[in-house]
């Protein structure tokens, strides 16, 4: 159900307002009433109390406002009384109708025939108290203090503030002043403001909110907390709050205006974001991205993408800041940077120092993302040592390795076998695969030199150049020699082996001219001159001054004569070399490995049963035939052929003598053995056939002279 408001107030309300401005007219009233003695001079005065009043019939506070500003002045005819205050005594000539006006700074508050007619009186003037209030523009808006500013009213400045709200103000319009101090911005306001016997607030809403936060964060999305960086906010050169992102990542703008603020951060001296942010009473946290990649990982690999780690690299990161900072990769050759700037601000410059080389290798990067892959030429390289030709590398050879850097030569390996081996593969570390260097190598006083612009494969390939030099040796006869000393002489080094079978084997030959010679029994036997592709061939055809000598010792009719000795004499120079042997059962005797240097004189000497034999022979004689006059050898009796003869004529002519005289004697035997026979058969009576007894023995004695006949020829 409506109610329904009577008009009846406001047409009150109405009528009074227009009472009060007449009241206020500038017109003069004369007192009325009789004043008698006045006139005729004799006046008696009274004493009013006067409380003047606002609008509402409301004391005034004194806390806001001033007695002082306040004049009453009561009239009559060309005479005034004029007092200040809000509570006084006013000393009258007597009671009746006063011309009364109130002015409030020389605003006329009250003006309006009084009827004084007790000793009190309260005049009600047109002034009204006036609460001034300011507001954010936030939703709903909320109350700000620390603004000040004044009315100006007539001749005076009623000035108000956030702690002393209200004033006192006659009803009009007034100018007036506000200015409002925030914690982070400032706003000054000129304005009029009227007053009428409703008003009660002056509310102002200024541009300003209560607070923004501004949220700060990277390019990937996480908490700049720790960066070394502040920000400021500006609004019209001033600056409403600032920010160290070490310990915070938000910021919070208390009063900001509503408007465009400007907003700086600073790395260091270096400004690395600007930009505008707008205040909006709808929106009151505000995400701002600055321009770096939190926890960016860099993976730094080597040319063959191997994690690039090693307790010989240190690693200093320069950023584009020119600020030093000291990395160090893990195994698996990464690091983190904390806050990494994005490739506007330049690029960053890894610097890797190597412990061995004594340089530093620089690599240029920039970050666009949370990570970053650093290539760079370095390569895990080692070093690698073989025999040119040789099955082992020698004992005491000492390998040097220098990087050829800036700063001058630097020995990055120093090794030195001590026992052969059959290679040399030693870990050199991390190397820049386009360095340049050298290798030394050195042995017995020879010297290898190895360039490298750069390493392929992370190998440094040594290949030395020594060789295993095999020694094939015959005789002249072109079977192995044995029993022989072979030395090979190459620079100062001198390397002597023994022959056996044909074969000497020499090991670790530098490439170089070499001479060998060979000796058997003390004697030269060959001596040649190598050239430096012949040690590199690894295999050397010799053929020795070596000889062996077969000597047949034989007497008359080609008889062999066993047991006889045989001796060789080598005369070379100031050297010689004798040799003997006793001869087989067939006569003959061998002379094995015979030294017979070039122009050496050959001597053979056979000896047997007191015969001796000297002969000079030749190395083209490979079958010696020695003839010894032997034409009798009986056990211990060795006779040669005039001993024999004269031996046999003197036996024969022994024989011959021997012969006749045994004849003589026999035919003395034979007569004297017949006269006994005759004797016989004359004792027997046998005389018949002695005469053919006597025919039959000188038959006989006749057959067996012929025998002895022919065996005396066969003799002579």
Sequence with gaps: MKTKVSLMPKVCLVVFVLLSMYSISARVYVPRGNFPDKLAGNITYVNITVHVLDFNGNKFRLDILNPQLIVTTFSYGNVSISKRGIDFVANLTGYGVYNVSVKYCDVLVYNRPTNVTSGELILRVNITSITVGVYTSDSPPLPLTNYSGYFTVGNCKVSFSWDKPTVYLPFGTFDYYLIFTGLTTKVEINDKFSVTPSSSRLEKVLPVISQV????????????IGLNATVNVLYKGKILGNLSLLRSDKLVINQPPLDTLKLEAKYGSRKILEQDVKVDAQQRNVEVVLPIYANVVVKVTSIDYEPLYSQDLSFTLVTPFNEVIQVAPSREGTFIINYGFRQDFGRYILKIKSSILNDVFSYEFAINSQQVDIQTNFRNSYLYVAPKGASMLPANMSITVL???????????????SSPAPTVNELLGFLPSNGIFTATVEYSGYKWTYNFDGIVQGKMNLLVPVFDVQLNAQDLDGKPLYGCVANLTVGHLSYVQQISSGQALFRYIPQDSAQLKIKCQGLEVASIQLLPRQVEEGSINVTARVKTFTVKVHGWFDKALPGANVTITVVSGRNSFVSSTVTDAAGTGVLR????????????????GGLVFKKNVYEGEPNIDIFLDVFLDIGFLRLGLYQTVSIAVFLALSLAIGFFVFRHLSHIKTLKSMFEEAEYFEEEGEEEGLLQKFKEMFKKKKEKEEEEREEFDLFG
């Design 593 to 608: 490995n015979i030294p017979i240097p070039l122009g050496s004189n050959i001597t053979i000497i056979v000896s047997y």
């Design 213 to 224: 936060t501004l949220l700060f964060k990277t390019l990937n999305g996480l908490s700049p």
């Design 403 to 417: 990087y050829q850097g800036g700063g001058g030569p630097v020995v990055i390996k120093y090794l030195k076998t």
